[in-house]
C-alpha cells in the first residue's frame, strides 16, 4: 500500500531564508511523487512532480524538489522563501494505474 | 486555458437533506477523483471513474453515489446529510494511459451541513 508522510505540522521561516518541507513515502512500485500547493480559500495548485531522470526538480514560484531513493524521500525546498508563500503545502504519490494519496500535510508560514 | 469547474461554490443544506455536486472535467481527460477534506484535514479519496466506470472507491459512505456520465461530468450525489459531511469536496481530473499523467484540481464545493 502506498502511503505518505510529512513529519511537521508546521514550518515557521524568515522571508529570505531557505525553506525545506520534508517528505517521506512508501510505494511499491517506482514512485509518482507530487507536491501541490493549497492557499487559503483555494483549491489545490500543482507545484511540481518527479516521475523519472533528474532527481533535482524544479517546479512552479521557485521551488524545487530532491527525490532520494535510498531516503524514500522528497523534500520541497526553495532557496529564498517569500511571504506569501505561506500556505499549507502536501506531498502525494501514486503508483502507476493507483490513485493519489496525498501527506497530512505541512502549513508552512513565512514570518516578514 | 480551462481548468476544472466545480459547482456550486458554496452550499448550505440542513441535516438529512440530500445535496448534488457537479464536476466539469478538463476537455478530453477521462478520469475524475472526488476528494473531501474536512476542515484542518488533508484531502481523503472517495472515489474515481474512468471512462464513465468506477475505477476506484476509497472512504465514501453508503449515503453518497456518485457517476460519470457521457460528456465525461460526474455528479457527487450526498443523502441524509449529517453535520459531519460539512467539508470542502475536490473533484479532480486527469487523462489516463501516461505515466506522466497528474491530477487538475477544481477549486472545490465549499458544503455546510447545520
Known amino acids: 500500500a502506498q502511503s505518505v508522510a510529512q513529519p511537521e505540522d508546521q514550518v515557521k521561516v524568515a522571508e529570505g531564508n531557505p525553506l525545506t518541507v520534508k517528505c517521506t513515502y512508501s510505494?511499491?512500485?517506482?514512485?509518482?511523487l507530487f507536491w501541490y500547493v493549497q492557499y487559503p480559500n483555494r483549491g489545490l495548485q500543482f507545484l511540481l512532480k518527479y516521475i523519472t531522470g533528474d532527481n533535482l526538480v524544479k517546479g512552479s514560484y521557485g521551488f524545487e524538489a530532491e527525490f532520494n531513493k535510498s531516503q524514500t524521500s522528497f523534500h520541497l525546498k526553495k532557496p529564498s522563501a517569500l511571504v506569501s508563500d505561506s500556505a499549507l503545502y502536501f506531498c502525494a504519490v501514486r503508483d502507476y494505474g493507483q490513485n493519489f494519496v496525498f501527506g497530512p500535510g505541512t502549513r508552512l508560514s513565512v514570518l516578514p | 486555458a480551462a481548468g476544472v469547474i466545480q459547482s456550486p461554490r458554496h452550499l448550505i443544506k440542513e441535516k438529512r437533506e440530500t445535496a448534488t455536486l457537479k464536476c466539469y472535467p478538463i476537455p478530453r481527460h477521462d478520469t475524475v477523483y472526488w476528494y473531501q477534506q474536512g476542515p484542518g484535514q488533508d484531502p481523503q479519496f472517495l472515489i474515481s471513474f474512468y471512462e464513465k466506470m468506477q475505477s476506484d472507491k476509497g472512504s465514501i459512505p453508503d449515503r453518497f453515489s456518485a457517476q460519470q456520465f457521457s460528456d465525461y461530468h460526474s455528479e457527487l450525489n450526498m443523502s441524509s446529510l449529517e453535520l459531519g459531511d460539512s467539508a470542502l469536496y475536490f473533484c479532480?481530473?486527469?487523462?489516463?494511459?501516461?505515466?506522466?499523467?497528474?491530477?487538475?484540481f477544481g477549486s472545490g464545493t465549499q458544503l455546510s451541513v447545520l
Open positions: 479532480a481530473s486527469s487523462s489516463q494511459g501516461s505515466t506522466n499523467e497528474k491530477l487538475f
Open positions: 510505494v511499491s512500485g517506482n514512485p509518482y
